[in-house]
């Protein structure tokens, strides 16, 4: 069995600030010591369970975050660009994927929540339903088949995860949002025992698994901070302007609005520091 880790950090056990998350932050190194710690309990799990390949895709900001000795039973890849961002090798035959210290869409009290783009991306809606990274991952995963079997994050994070996915999926709460900058984390090495544990579960109960299946066409609603994140993001074909900060991209391979939607957070981006 081959399982894909998508690691991303802001639902880690204790992350609560920027300062923590960002390589010129104060707290970043011991932030990504914490976080590897987390992803060798999910392993050990794995590994206790009988899964021979474990690939763990560095999701978060750059994705030049992890170092492989610290998680020396896993393979890892970084690196930017890749044409599946956050699950990129999803399409290389995995049984399933890991969401690991995920966080909740744009919008919502989740600690650190965004969408791909903080700052940039308001609000995101597929099929007029609002999703953030654990939805929009989740599609792409079913277009190859791959069902999202195990999600952690904050509490909000795993309800929105089991909104969209089913209460079959398993979930580990690492802490509690308080507000987006504050938490309540729980207790670490319960959360390490409880990354294992879940895991090794989520495996020995396959027949749970479920694959999201959403139905083309597939309409990606995108709403920016500002006018001129939209501006930009009319230069891609197919882009419709809905409103003065709000964009909308239709089709019917979901692989091709996936990567529409990449290609539009990244003009948005560049459009970012205009100053009027």
Same mark, same amino acid.
């Given at each position: 069995?081959? /399982? ?9 056990? !204790?992350?609560? @600030? ?7 932050? $104060?707290?970043?190194?011991? +932030? ?27 999701? @978060? ?7 492989? #000795? ?22 290389? !035959?995995?049984?399933?994927? %890991?969401?690991? !210290?995920? @966080? ?5 009290? #989740? ?9 940039? /991306? =308001? ?10 990274? +654990? ?42 949002? *308080? ?12 959360? *390490? $025992?409880?990354? $294992?544990?879940? #895991?090794?579960?989520?495996? =020995? ?6 694959? *999201? ?5 597939? +309409? *990606? ?14 230069? /891609?074909? !197919?882009? $419709? ?12 391979? %979901? ?22």
């Amino acid at each position: 069995m081959k /399982i894909l880790i998508s690691a991303d950090l802001e639902g880690v056990n !204790g992350v609560a @600030h920027t300062d923590q998350i960002y390589p010129e932050g $104060k707290y970043y190194k011991d +932030t990504v010591i914490r976080w590897s710690k987390e992803l060798n309990a999910v392993v050990e799990g794995l590994k206790e369970a009988g899964v021979r390949e474990i690939v763990i895709n560095d999701s @978060h900001n750059h994705s030049r975050n992890l170092d492989s #000795s610290l998680i020396p039973e896993a393979k890892i890849v970084t690196g930017w660009q890749r044409p599946y961002s956050m699950v990129s090798g999803v399409e290389k !035959g995995f049984s399933g994927c %890991f969401f690991t !210290g995920y @966080h909740g869409m744009a919008g919502s009290k #989740s600690t650190l929540s965004h969408t791909y783009k903080p700052r940039i /991306i =308001k609000r995101v809606r597929l099929n007029k339903k609002p999703v953030g990274e +654990t939805g929009l991952n989740a599609a792409l995963a079913g277009v190859f088949n791959v069902p999202v079997v195990f999600v952690s994050g904050d509490k909000e994070t795993c309800n929105e995860a089991k909104k969209l996915l089913g209460d079959q999926i398993f979930t580990v709460e690492t802490k509690k949002s *308080l507000s987006r900058y504050s938490v309540m984390s729980y207790s670490f090495e319960e959360v *390490l $025992k409880n990354l $294992k544990s879940v #895991s090794t579960k989520a495996i =020995k109960e396959k027949n749970k698994w479920k694959v *999201l299946k959403i139905k083309p066409p597939y +309409t *990606l609603e995108v709403e920016f901070s500002l006018p001129n994140h939209a501006d930009a993001c009319e230069l /891609i074909p !197919g882009v $419709k302007r809905m409103s003065d900060n709000q964009v909308r991209f239709i089709h019917r391979d %979901f692989r091709v609005a996936f990567k529409c939607f990449l290609a539009m957070g990244a003009l948005a981006a560049s459009r970012d520091d205009v100053i009027t």
